[in-house]
């Protein structure tokens, strides 16, 4: 039986602690996404869903972004991060994930792929 996309006790509250500490990529790629920013679709930032908190997702397409920073290297979280993707796609969710480093000081190279896996 899949698990509901509702957020659970312990998502909600994180979610929104999340929001009000934000990482700088995340702030950065935020600017680009808020109020319809990327071509007029419609995201939301630190989504809960299930028992995930998704850093941006986009409803209407089923597209969840992912920003992964030095932590993301360690082979535990790269084990997690997988679990955590498999159980978001089993629900309809495309996960793109990029690099801090690419949103920090890749121009509009995130927007675009963003873009481009929405179009898809």
């Not at 500490?21 to 319809?36: K, P």
């Not at 998704?54 to 969840?64: G, M, N, S």
């Not at 920090?104 to 481009?116: R, V």
Request: glycine share 8%; aromatic share 6%.
């Amino acid at each position: 039986c899949p698990m509901p996309r509702r957020p659970t006790a312990r998502t909600l509250p994180l979610a929104r602690a999340l929001r009000t500490d934000m990482t700088y990529a995340e702030r950065l790629l935020w600017n680009g996404l808020r109020n319809r920013g990327l071509d007029g679709f419609k995201f939301r930032r630190q989504a809960p869903i299930g028992r995930y908190v998704a850093d941006f997702v986009c409803e209407d397409r089923k597209l969840i972004v992912e920003l992964d920073g030095a932590p993301h290297d360690s082979p535990e979280q790269q084990d997690h991060d997988a679990r955590r993707d498999s159980w978001l796609r089993a629900r309809g969710y495309e996960v793109l994930r990029l690099h801090n480093d690419l949103v920090i000081g890749g121009g509009n190279i995130p927007l675009e792929l963003i873009l481009e896996a929405l179009k898809r």
